[in-house]
């Protein structure tokens, strides 16, 4: 946080997600949309009494898939970021939408790291940070798998180190 005419200003987060974000994104997207546009093709298709025009629908559900899967993947690359200090955990993610959670270190109860089959294909990983609050825990995803074990390592380290109790 800086100061601007003394008035508090809350700066983004620091860090990027890894660059393989942007590939394991992509393929997770394609995979989804896939399933959703040739399952509307195959209804259809095969079911009677389809009208003829729904094919138009198929058509449009398949150009926002592919707008979905080229777009997407990069504007979450460019808007997630996240930061891990001695005082708090910061994140920023969306891609429609924005949400920015920060968690003050002496609320943090549990951190817990994830790695799916695919994501480990990409060598990613995420964190989840759960913490004494209703809006829920704040995860961490697509980082670097390497990364992920030291951010784990120092807010382990950093709570244990805290006084507060997170209750």
Not at 53 to 62: D, P, S, T, Y
Request: glycine content about 8%; aromatic content about 6%; hydrophobic content about 50%.
């Amino acid at each position: 946080m800086t100061d601007v005419g003394g008035t508090p200003v809350l700066r983004e987060p620091a860090n990027r997600v890894s660059p393989q974000a942007i590939p394991f994104w992509t393929v997770s997207a394609l995979v989804g949309d896939a399933v959703l546009v040739v399952g509307a093709a195959l209804v259809w298709w095969l079911v009677p009494g389809v009208p003829g025009w729904a094919g138009l629908l198929v058509l449009l559900l398949a150009l926002v898939a592919v707008a979905h899967v080229v777009l997407m993947p990069r504007i979450r690359y460019r808007v997630h970021r996240w930061e891990v200090t001695d005082t708090a955990v910061h994140t920023r993610e969306g891609w429609i939408g924005r949400q920015t959670r920060i968690a003050p270190i002496s609320r943090v109860q549990t951190v817990d790291s994830r790695q799916g089959a695919v994501m480990r294909l990409f060598g990613l990983a995420s964190i989840t940070v759960t913490t004494a609050s209703a809006a829920g825990p704040i995860t961490v995803d697509c980082l670097d798998a390497d990364t992920a074990r030291h951010v784990v390592a120092r807010l382990t380290a950093i709570t244990a180190a805290t006084e507060d109790d997170a209750t």
